[in-house]
């Protein structure tokens, strides 16, 4: 769920690399036609075809990742392949392709695969009759290297953004873009499996006072005290986001029916642990909505919100349920 940016980024990689592997690889399927060299000839049009086939599956089935692999097998396979039975004259294809699946999988993965690819081609092909071994194994090793540096700095980099891109800043909880996305995908879910989804607003009691009495410092100390504690009573596919100010949204993607007892014993939980300065409880108060058909994003939180506002009227300190 969180990782779609990752996966838009991928996505277009992988449309770009197939338009630059179809341009590249359809004059040889010509050239080796008319040199009479079919087997080559077959190679390139099964290669052409074969990453057709397999960007267009990645880009309606949204299987980017998995597919992403198969397409960096797949290419390794072909350029032995062709290596292997083409010889001297298909050789330098070795380095885009090799270059190539560090944009595909992950970086120790294309390693590993060009090392597969790289070893089979030593093993069985023709090609070191005319050029060095060592030239062969010392170059694609430094390219591996380079690329795989590369490629590790610029996955580090991309989870940075993602965190920052889905992390509220103060209290480390996802925040409301991150919601956004998580809940689209918890209606699918929901809609499409029918299993129960709960959406809960949680807000921090009297937080007014907090501030007004220890200051804004000491605030954002128990909102971030407050993240802390509740993450931990969580399970691990439930998620916590920050709402806005002292307001937070727990979804629950599956559940049991045991739901009261478990938000009573997480409310239970953070009273006991929560602590202004003066070693005063800080209470929460919840309202809860449950999925239920047609449920839209705006409707859940608005259902939980009104029984958020329930809550705080029967006295705080308490769960509310929306009686849909
Ligand atoms: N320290 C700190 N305070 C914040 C932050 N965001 C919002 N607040 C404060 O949260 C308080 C919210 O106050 P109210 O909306 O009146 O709610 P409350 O005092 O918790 O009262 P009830 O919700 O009715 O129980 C305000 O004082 C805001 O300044 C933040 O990031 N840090």
């Keep these: 769920m969180i990782n779609q940016l990752q996966e838009k980024y991928q996505l277009s990689l992988l449309l770009l690399l197939s338009v630059v592997a179809v341009l590249g690889i359809s004059p040889f399927v010509v050239i080796r036609y008319l040199a009479g060299n079919f087997t080559a000839a077959i190679i390139d049009i099964t290669l052409i075809l074969g990453i057709i086939t397999l960007v267009g599956y990645a880009y309606y089935a949204k299987k980017i990742r998995r597919v992403s692999a198969v397409i960096a097998i797949f290419i390794n396979a072909g350029v032995v392949t062709i290596v292997i039975a083409n010889g001297i004259d298909s050789f330098l294809w070795i380095y885009p392709v090799f270059a190539s699946t560090f944009v595909l999988v992950k970086p120790i993965e294309a390693l590993g695969i060009n090392a597969v690819a790289g070893v089979t081609i030593v093993k069985f092909s023709n090609i070191f009759t005319t050029i060095s071994e060592d030239s062969f194994i010392v170059t694609n090793l430094m390219l591996s290297l380079c690329v795989f540096v590369y490629a590790s700095h610029s996955a580090k980099q ?167």
Aim: net charge negative; proline share 2%.
């Design 158 to 324: 991309f989870r940075l953004l993602e965190d920052l891109n889905t992390t509220d800043p103060l209290t480390g909880a996802f925040n409301r873009r991150a919601m956004s996305s998580d809940m689209q995908a918890a209606l699918i879910n929901a809609e499409h499996d029918g299993i129960k989804q709960w959406l809960a607003i949680l807000d921090l009691d009297y937080f007014k006072r907090v501030n007004d009495k220890f200051g804004h410092a000491v605030g954002d100390q128990i909102l971030k005290d407050f993240v802390a504690i509740t993450t931990s009573h969580i399970g691990k596919y439930d998620r916590l986001y920050r709402f806005g100010g002292e307001e937070f949204v727990l979804l629950i993607p599956e559940s049991s029916n045991q739901q009261q007892m478990f938000f009573d014993s997480l409310r239970t939980a953070i009273k006991k642990e929560l602590k202004n300065p003066d070693g005063e409880a800080i209470t929460v108060s919840f309202g809860v909505a449950d999925w239920v058909p047609n449920t839209t994003a705006d409707t859940w939180l608005q259902r939980a919100d009104e029984a958020l506002y329930l809550a705080k009227d029967r006295g705080r300190d308490c769960v509310v349920f929306s009686d849909s």
